[in-house]
């Protein structure tokens, strides 16, 4: 059974940073393309950042391209998302999943910025 877990989210002052966090059991981590999503209040869960199975290659929405930065070490079977120069319009549950999003979402990380 694939199960996801993020951490790391927290409340923030605009232009703070937070390192979030996502471990994953119950598949061959290493052979997945992995990325973040996020869903804010209201709105359709969206696609945040990816990274290839060797990190050799990643991918960044517009809108945190050049201040979010997406990792993972394979051996801890754990990707990253680190994130500066936080907006108030970054509030959201982050997630992370397959590139594709193809297994059952876990209950992600709450990140707030407000001052």
């Known amino acids: 059974q694939v199960q996801l877990v993020e951490s790391g989210g927290n409340l923030v002052q605009p232009g703070s940073s937070l390192r979030l966090s996502c471990t994953i059991s119950?598949?061959?981590?290493?052979?997945?393309?992995m990325a973040w999503y996020r869903q804010a209040p209201g709105n359709q869960r969206e696609f945040v950042a990816s990274i290839s199975p060797g990190a050799n290659t990643t991918g960044y929405t517009d809108s945190v391209r050049g201040r979010f930065t997406i990792n993972r070490d394979n051996e801890k079977r754990t990707v990253y998302l680190q994130m500066t120069n936080l907006a108030p319009e970054d509030t959201a549950t982050y997630y992370c999943?397959?590139?594709?999003?193809?297994?059952?979402w876990g209950q992600g990380t709450q990140v707030t910025v407000s001052s």
């Open positions: 119950g598949i061959d981590f290493g052979d997945y393309s």
């Open positions: 999943n397959d590139r594709f999003a193809i297994f059952e």
